[in-house]
């Protein structure tokens, strides 16, 4: 019976040592397994703060882009407002410089006179397209105002072709004559007038400071006709 004390002992030794060895290795897995977990967690939270961080850069990206194309429409469509206003307002200046210009022309023929009229009306009509395009890209007064001056500019064409046509009638009388240049040189003022309300509407569209008033034109002396 003594002899088997020592190999008893053994195994109890053995035994001992593989439940201990045991213990260690599932205390080791489970030392491993919840740093596994504590990293998994790390990583879970650094891969979502990359994430957000990447979100939210994109966002920076997609609002510094949005940005840009608004301020690029912007500068398109003030760009396109200004071009527009500036060809309403040069074709103006141009037909009232014409209108101007009749005080130092003889027309010879009422029918002269007739083809004048039309070829500044088709001058003034042209202008159309101009105002249609702003009806779409700016502020509604603008193109009223547009249509007013185009509007007095086709009332001081008809009134120059009725001062032409009564400067060639031998029958009219020194009234009728000096009635009609005064009519006309209000008409002519009008449009200056109706110019500057454009300008006004356009720089109260574009944040400009509006001009100082401008002096209505005064009729010049009447000259006596020939």
Not at 114 to 130: H, L, M, P, R, T
Request: glycine fraction near 2%; charge should be negative.
């Amino acid at each position: 019976m003594t002899s088997w004390l020592p190999l008893l002992s053994s195994l109890i030794v053995a035994a001992a040592a593989l439940i201990g060895v045991l213990i260690n290795n599932r205390t080791n897995r489970d030392a491993i397994t919840a740093a596994d977990e504590r990293n998994r967690t790390t990583l879970d939270a650094a891969q979502a703060n990359i994430e957000t961080t990447h979100a939210a850069a994109q966002r920076n990206i997609d609002n510094a882009n949005a940005a840009a194309e608004r301020r690029e429409q912007d500068k398109w469509r003030r760009d396109s407002i200004l071009t527009a206003i500036s060809s309403v307002l040069l074709a103006a200046a141009d037909v009232r410089q014409t209108l101007w210009d009749t005080l130092d022309w003889k027309a010879e023929s009422v029918e002269e006179v007739d083809s004048f009229g039309k070829e500044v009306q088709q001058s003034i009509s042209a202008c159309n397209g101009y105002i249609t395009r702003l009806r779409v890209l700016a502020n509604p007064k603008i193109p009223q105002r547009c249509e007013d001056l185009l509007r007095t500019l086709t009332a001081a064409q008809s009134i120059t072709v009725q001062r032409l046509k009564v400067e060639l009638d031998h029958e009219a009388t020194m009234d009728d004559v000096n009635a009609i240049r005064a009519l006309w040189h209000k008409a002519i003022a009008n449009t200056v007038q109706d110019e500057r309300a454009v300008i006004d509407a356009t720089r109260s569209e574009l944040g400009i400071e509006a001009l100082s008033e401008i002096p209505e034109i005064e009729p010049e002396a009447v000259p006596a006709p020939a």
